[in-house]
């Protein structure tokens, strides 16, 4: 079952907050913590304000009123995907019942050198420093 995967229907209602059934957890954990995890997650944050705002296209106005309408509107909505991509996926994580820390398994993978190199110089890390291992804001 580890190559189980989402249909469609289980695929939207997923991209937009649904949890799916649990033989679908290695999909999910590669979903959101896997290379490309950031992207996709911009992909799907960016197609719901663009079909709310796709409707102000359809008023007889100038290009230039158009895009004053609209533009401010959709870039903010994408700035704050970006800004709680990390907080987004970690929620989903847990939906799912997976570690909320594999969101920084990437970044641990490509930084595990410098961390190595920094040990062998100055020693492990003093045991009060261990919350600060995850980039969780709470």
Request: aromatic residues 10%.
């Amino acid at each position: 079952m580890a190559d189980a995967r989402p249909n469609l229907i289980q695929y939207i209602g997923y991209s937009y907050g649904r949890r799916l059934p649990d033989s679908m957890r290695d999909w999910v954990a590669r979903d959101l913590a896997g290379p490309g995890a950031v992207r996709r997650h911009m992909i799907r944050m960016a197609i719901p304000p663009l079909l709310i705002l796709a409707p102000f296209w359809l008023l007889p106005a100038s290009f230039y009123v158009h895009l004053e309408m609209t533009a401010p509107i959709y870039i903010w909505a994408i700035l704050m995907a970006l800004a709680l991509n990390k907080v987004w996926r970690r929620h989903r994580l847990a939906q799912h019942g997976l570690d909320q820390n594999m969101v920084d398994e990437i970044k641990r993978q490509k930084d595990a050198a410098m961390h190595e190199d920094y040990i062998r110089r100055f020693g492990p890390r003093p045991e009060e420093a261990r919350w600060q291992q995850n980039s969780s804001p709470f």
